[in-house]
């Protein structure tokens, strides 16, 4: 299973889902990562505005971010090889790099007379 280091832009908090308009990329991040971590992923993520020792210590985002400056965020990392840059990963692709199917982390949508169920 793939280690997953996730380093993102300097947020306003650990997540970014607060405040009164929440990024729905945000959302889903940190419920994926919440999910796939009680699976037993081996899967961080870091915020540049209050972790940057993360940053510093990690040779290849300390890097990336000397080349391409924070424009490079959010990074993902994946067994110490860039794998994404100025995005997050998206579900197949998590699902491909830990081999955890999607179906078991993710909700499907459902609605209802035209409503969006959660």
């Known amino acids: 299973m793939a280690k997953i280091r996730i380093y993102d832009p300097a947020l ?7 405040g009164p308009s929440v990024d729905p990329e ?6 994926a990562i919440f999910m796939l971590e009680k699976k037993g992923v081996d899967i961080a993520r ?5 972790e940057p020792q993360a ?4 040779q290849t985002v300390n890097q990336l971010l000397n080349e ?16 994404l840059i100025g995005e997050y990963p998206s579900n197949d692709q998590l699902a491909e790099w830990t081999k955890v199917d999607s179906s078991e982390w993710t909700k499907a949508r459902t609605t209802a007379k035209g409503i969006e169920l959660l």
């Open 12 to 18: 306003c908090c650990p997540t970014g889902v607060c």
């Open 26 to 31: 945000l959302t889903r991040i940190a419920t």
């Open 46 to 50: 870091f915020n540049l505005g209050t």
């Open 55 to 58: 940053f510093i210590g990690d």
């Open 68 to 83: 391409k400056g924070t424009d490079a965020l959010p990074a993902v990392v994946v067994d110490g090889k860039v794998e």
